[in-house]
């Protein structure tokens, strides 16, 4: 019979760990959150952040523990935990000096 309980709590523990809270911050330190699937391509969140702050999506880069997000990535794939930030950043184009 404990072994019957047993099976049951870590499938309880599976589904409530199935979302993160995740944060993205902008350079200027304003913060969006966002709550997505650890199996969900971030390029879902970049998206809706962009949409959010009225930004265009090929201005801002994704950035997570010093790493560019590839929009493919999932929170899974780069290890993300629950209330992990992003920090987005605006994309510096280089000019001639």
């Known amino acids: 019979m404990s072994a019957e309980g047993e099976d049951v709590k870590p499938k309880q523990e599976a589904s409530a760990s199935e979302h993160l ?4 911050k902008s350079q200027d330190g304003n913060a969006v959150f966002f709550k997505v699937k650890k199996s ?6 970049m998206d809706a952040y962009c949409t959010r702050v009225g930004a265009d999506p090929k201005s801002i880069r994704f950035m997570f523990d010093g790493r560019r997000i590839e929009p493919q990535e999932t929170p899974e794939d780069l290890g993300m935990e629950d209330d992990d930030e992003i920090d987005a950043m605006i994309s510096q184009v280089g000019g001639r000096q």
Do not use: W
Request: proline content about 0%; charged content about 30%; hydrophobic content about 40%.
């Open 21 to 24: 809270n995740l944060k993205v």
């Open 40 to 45: 969900t391509q971030l390029k879902k969140l």
